[in-house]
């Protein structure tokens, strides 16, 4: 092989070693954006049997004692965003939650009982596809939950 041919194999091999692993890099951001967007989808698509789970969950996990869930709607909107510890999506949903007293709570006799709180509920994306475990967010919209937990996690733009 002659001087230019070497010189031109030379360049190409110093130019993938400077600059490959910036675009192994980008290339491997790009695919993890588009892994979102597609759960993101699925999630729209699954949200109706999703809240119908966290709700069957809910009461069990996230009632204070002495109360069960007596009524949960969801708001329109959805915010995500992405756990910093496993990289999980997180998909944070508006619900205003209204409790009964438990006979025999202890809760009976607290008129506040029936007062329509504000939460917000918590769904995951794991690598079986979303899931909840009727987690609530007490006293807390979705933005403000992001907030709140801004430690452990980071708000996803739309």
Same mark, same amino acid.
């Given at each position: 092989?002659? @001087?230019?041919?070497? @010189?031109?194999?030379?360049?190409?091999? &110093?130019?993938?070693?400077?600059?490959?692993? %910036?675009?192994?890099?980008?290339? +491997?951001?790009?695919?993890?954006?588009?892994?979102? +967007?597609?759960? %993101?989808? $699925?999630?729209? &698509? +699954? %949200?109706?049997?999703?809240?119908?789970?966290?709700?069957?969950?809910?009461?069990? =996990?996230?009632?204070?004692?002495?109360?069960?869930?007596? =009524?949960?709607?969801?708001?329109?909107?959805?915010?995500?965003?992405?756990? %910093?510890? =496993?990289?999980?999506?997180? /998909?944070?949903?508006? @619900? /205003?939650?209204?409790?009964?007293?438990?006979?025999? &709570?202890?809760?009976?006799?607290?008129?506040?009982?029936?007062?329509?709180? /504000?939460? $917000?509920?918590?769904?995951?994306?794991?690598?079986?596809?979303?899931? $909840?475990?009727?987690?609530?967010?007490?006293?807390?919209?979705?933005? +403000?939950?992001?907030?709140?937990?801004?430690?452990?996690?980071?708000?996803?733009?739309?």
């Amino acid at each position: 092989m002659s @001087i230019p041919v070497w @010189i031109t194999i030379g360049a190409v091999v &110093g130019l993938l070693i400077a600059f490959g692993p %910036r675009l192994l890099r980008q290339q +491997q951001k790009s695919r993890a954006e588009a892994r979102r +967007q597609a759960a %993101r989808r $699925t999630f729209i &698509g +699954q %949200r109706e049997h999703l809240e119908a789970k966290f709700v069957d969950l809910a009461d069990a =996990n996230s009632s204070p004692r002495g109360l069960r869930w007596a =009524n949960c709607e969801f708001a329109d909107g959805v915010s995500f965003a992405l756990d %910093r510890g =496993n990289g999980e999506l997180t /998909a944070l949903v508006g @619900i /205003a939650v209204s409790f009964e007293a438990i006979e025999g &709570g202890g809760m009976e006799d607290v008129e506040a009982v029936s007062n329509v709180r /504000a939460a $917000t509920a918590v769904f995951h994306h794991t690598s079986n596809g979303w899931t $909840t475990r009727g987690r609530a967010i007490m006293n807390l919209e979705p933005d +403000q939950a992001i907030e709140h937990f801004r430690e452990k996690l980071d708000t996803l733009s739309d």
